[in-house]
């Protein structure tokens, strides 16, 4: 197949390549919720599903302490390009390029947080991406995403579990599309529940200023259930 992410964020990357200073969960990255949805990391393990240039793991791994981040992308040129930004905070920061559901799924038990800031819940069939996280997470483990509230443009989500099929390029310029899941707050608790998660929370996030291109936020939040809970 070929790599539909090789043309993102490489002018980006070509000018800025520092760790960030912040981890934003917004569309805009432009404000709301910090790192500190992810409550105390130090000495955790985590994984961020769909890494992308691995921006936001760095972040993690240069300004708190955790064990490790795994920044996962399927995406030859996002791995590739996450290597050279931040190959220097390895071992800590680890760059798999894998698919994520295929990751989760062989990697049971491994993972203290799982996090996703518009990658992996967003590109990933949501149906095996819950599931293979809930089996992925340590009891009482977290899951976090942000999610898109709406499309682009401001068409509603879907009232069910229906993908979209979003304008691409192939590393050569040809115009194609690949899949994305924009969903309604309720079917997203419901896959949750569904896949084994408990105490599921999601929160919408309006942008701060109103553009074309602007979108509201979901930030979805869950558990696994601690050993020994009655589920």
Known sequence: MPDLWHHYGRTRADADRAVPGSFRWVWAQDGGPGSEVLGDVTGLVLADLGAGAARHAAHLVAHHEPARVDAIDASPAQHAMACDLYGHLAPRLRTLRTGVVEHLEVHPDAYDVLYSVFGG???????????AAARALRPGGLFAASTLGHY??????EPDVRHADIPARTPDGT???????????HVWTKLLDEAGFT?????RLPPATSGARSADTLLVRAYTLQKGRDT
């Open 152 to 157: 682009l443009g401001g068409a509603p989500a």
């Open 199 to 203: 105490a599921i929370s999601i929160d």
């Open 175 to 185: 115009a194609t599309t690949m899949r994305r899941w924009v969903l309604q707050e």
């Open 121 to 131: 819940l967003d590109f990933a069939d949501p149906r095996r991406l819950l599931p």
